[in-house]
């Protein structure tokens, strides 16, 4: 279902990547190699028509539904049951109308942004996520008191890109049009913030770049809620964290939901060998945040092993 991890080593470059990805002149001319794709673009033009008017409330119907789910006294079957749904019709829909969803580092994320065509339409609008759950926790308990990492995040950092641009500029008002440096500006200052960079819905000649919190957005809230296992949501990026023992000091500053949203951190061993590592490596989604917040310099990001 997911081509572009087959082919994910032969590129040198994720701006050549996503620019193969993004390529328009070929699909629009006709080009042979994308014909069976044209009906995917076209199911996922109309699927785009109906869902940009609607996402707001699409979003606030899964947090309700996720946040019944997380105080039911039968959560863990209720769980079990949610996710097994959820992952069947998620699945379906990347495969027949999107092309994949991934977390991408600050340096992948403005390779990709510089390899969109200028032709390109960008506009930027509310996160209906960040919109609805602005002045709350989260599903999660644990994380009570975060709200001032929460309110600190703009609302204004949903971006949509090609035909989906269109979409949600005439069909919410929230939206509106931006040029390329408009938008590397945006993409700086939320990362600064420590949002998590997704690549969304690349589909010939169109794609989102969604702009997560951890504790606003609801699809990195269900992939909490249930244990970081919702791959059809969100899926690891291609690099990965790795810790050098010798300059971690193990002041646990990474462990912080605002440094790594996905909770993959932990200290580990003893005495001089006292460091933080991550827990795995399914669970480190290599967004970056933490090797950039890193005082020490004692986190990299690498290649992961596939």
């Not at 006294?73 to 379906?92: D, P, V």
């Not at 990709?112 to 509310?126: E, L, M, W």
């Not at 994380?143 to 995040?153: P, R, Y």
């Not at 945006?186 to 589909?203: A, R, S």
Request: charge should be neutral; include cysteine; proline fraction near 3%.
């Amino acid at each position: 279902m997911y081509e572009w991890l087959e082919k994910e080593e032969e590129r040198k470059v994720m701006g050549d990547w996503m620019q193969n990805l993004v390529q328009k002149k070929a699909w629009v001319r006709g080009d042979p190699s994308f014909r069976d794709k044209r009906q995917k673009i076209r199911t996922r033009d109309v699927f785009m028509r109906w869902y940009a008017p609607n996402e707001s409330n699409i979003m606030k119907i899964v947090y309700w539904l996720a946040k019944i789910l997380d105080t039911t006294t039968a959560r863990k079957k209720s769980s079990e049951t949610f996710q097994a749904a959820i992952t069947h019709l998620t699945g379906w829909m990347v495969e027949k109308i999107f092309s994949f969803n991934v977390v991408v580092t600050r340096q992948e994320l403005f390779e990709f942004i510089n390899s969109i065509p200028d032709d390109f339409g960008i506009t930027v609008g509310k996160c209906p996520c960040k919109a609805y759950t602005q002045e709350k926790e989260g599903l999660d308990g644990r994380h009570k008191g975060e709200t001032e990492f929460t309110c600190q995040l703009p609302v204004e950092t949903d971006v949509q890109i090609g035909r989906t641009a269109r979409h949600y500029v005439e069909k919410v008002p929230s939206f509106r049009n931006i040029d390329k440096q408009e938008l590397i500006k945006l993409e700086n200052k939320l990362l600064d913030l420590g949002v998590v960079p997704c690549i969304y819905n690349v589909c010939q000649g169109e794609t989102a770049i969604c702009n997560c919190s951890p504790v606003s957005c609801v699809p990195l809230l269900a992939n909490r809620l249930f244990g970081y296992n919702l791959s059809c949501l969100i899926r690891q990026g291609k690099y990965i964290a790795v810790t050098d023992k010798e300059r971690c000091i193990g002041c646990g500053e990474c462990l912080s939901l605002a440094v790594c949203p996905f909770e993959a951190r932990e200290l580990i061993g003893d005495g001089d060998d006292y460091h933080s590592d991550i827990i795995s490596s399914e669970r480190c989604y290599g967004c970056g945040n933490c090797a950039e917040h890193c005082k020490q310099n004692a986190i990299e990001m690498v290649l992961r092993d596939r």
